[in-house]
């Protein structure tokens, strides 16, 4: 597997340049940028069979996100050569961000690293100088991706209308936590109902477990 070099360009030119970009871009609906998408268990699609995606970016213009529970087979120390000739301290697993190829991205929680941000605590490092910084040390939470999800315009909205994704705003624990592809989307799932049921009932009504009789 080969790695394209960054050299300071972005998937999605215009996307990644800021808070100017939802000013543009997002002036008639309300942006799913640091929500969860988590996949319907009808959703057949191979690509995003029982997956939980990050809305990196979402505008009028279309999204982007990144798949959060799929692991490519392949540690970022062994590709690192491919990307920079800077040290690289991590091993991780790199995740499969989607089916649209593109560049290395990361997912991290260093805000001066921040070349987009997307959630409290949750930011993306696009720029080679970023990543090389992020994998130089093995301090604070990192995940790196290869490929990403994306939607032209109107067409996320349609999937929604449809009923193929269910919502849930985006946490560092979600973005960040261990576990394994089906785990992390039965939580998701799990967090979703619960945040539903405490949309339509008084929350001293809502059990811990809303499957619970």
């Not at 990307?83 to 991205?105: I, Q």
């Not at 967090?191 to 619970?212: E, M, S, T």
């Amino acid at each position: 597997m080969r790695f394209a070099r960054s050299r300071g360009r972005v998937p999605f030119p215009g996307f990644f340049r800021g808070t100017a970009v939802s000013e543009r871009l997002w002036l008639t609906m309300e942006s799913l940028q640091g929500q969860l998408l988590i996949a319907s268990p009808t959703l057949a699609d191979p690509n995003f069979a029982q997956t939980v995606v990050l809305v990196a970016v979402h505008g009028k213009d279309g999204a982007l996100g990144l798949i959060l529970n799929r692991e490519l087979n392949v540690r970022l120390d062994d590709v690192w050569s491919q990307v920079s000739k800077s040290p690289c301290l991590r091993s991780e697993a790199v995740r499969h961000g989607g089916p649209v190829s593109g560049t290395l991205m990361a997912l991290h929680d260093r805000r001066s690293m921040a070349n987009l941000v997307v959630a409290d605590e949750v930011y993306v490092a696009t720029e080679l100088n970023a990543m090389e910084s992020l994998a130089a040390t093995d301090e604070g939470r990192v995940v790196f991706f290869l490929g990403h999800a994306g939607w032209g315009a109107g067409q996320l909205e349609n999937e929604l209308a449809e009923g193929s994704w269910l919502l849930l705003p985006a946490t560092s624990d979600h973005v960040f936590v261990d576990l394994d592809t089906v785990a992390l989307w039965k939580l998701a799932m799990t967090d979703a109902g619960r945040r539903q049921l405490h949309a339509i009932v008084p929350v001293k009504h809502v059990p811990d477990n809303p499957r619970a009789n």
